[in-house]
């Protein structure tokens, strides 16, 4: 019972479409920096899973489509609710693969906000569940990371090789892996 209020008190409605609390704050950072341009604040009156340091990633899909997605594994700003801010409006407008989103495609846009557990390093593939498990791979400076549960992504093969691939590692260049799980806000 008590995990149902939690989630009822941390569901809000945001226009048409109820999302959970931290998707709401990813939508209005886009929204107001597209909108006028601007920077939110966190809220003032943070909730105490806000007040946490997590890695976030935030996703926006259009049509079922990547539309952009940006975000952190180690955590970079002083709490979740800023690393949401900033993490949303880098994938809205600065994720090189997509131009950036435009004020008429707001509201045509599904949000998603992943908040990330610790990172571990493990020995190979058989430790990796692409439903479960998110993925880093590393060589030297350059990682590539792989969120879990991604449509299409079906085996650790797979999502080893898009995280080559992401941070520019062939095939036959040695990496250290790493696995994480993350919980995922719409």
């Known amino acids: 019972m008590l995990q149902q209020e939690t989630t009822r008190k941390y569901t809000r409605e945001y226009g048409k479409v109820s ?35 997590n890695g976030v990633f935030v996703s926006l899909k259009k049509g079922g489509m990547l539309r952009g997605c940006i975000g952190t594994y180690i955590p970079t700003r002083d709490n979740i609710a800023e690393e949401i801010i900033y993490n949303a409006i880098s994938a809205a407008t600065r994720d090189p693969r997509f131009r950036p989103v435009e004020r008429e495609e707001l509201d045509k846009i599904d949000y998603s906000v992943d908040v990330l557990g610790e990172h571990e390093r493990i020995s190979g593939i058989v430790d990796l569940d692409p439903k479960r498990y998110g993925v880093i791979v590393r060589n030297g400076m350059r990682r590539g990371l792989l969120l879990p549960d991604i449509d299409g992504i079906d085996s650790a093969d797979e999502q080893i090789s898009i995280a080559r691939e992401k941070a520019g590692i ?17």
């Open 19 to 53: 999302c959970h609390i931290f998707v709401e704050l990813a939508i209005t950072a886009i929204r107001e920096y597209i909108i006028n341009g601007k920077v939110v604040s966190p809220p003032e009156d943070l909730l105490s899973e806000m007040q946490v340091k």
């Open 170 to 186: 062939l095939p036959g260049e040695p990496v250290e892996i790493f696995r994480f799980e993350a919980k995922r806000y719409r």
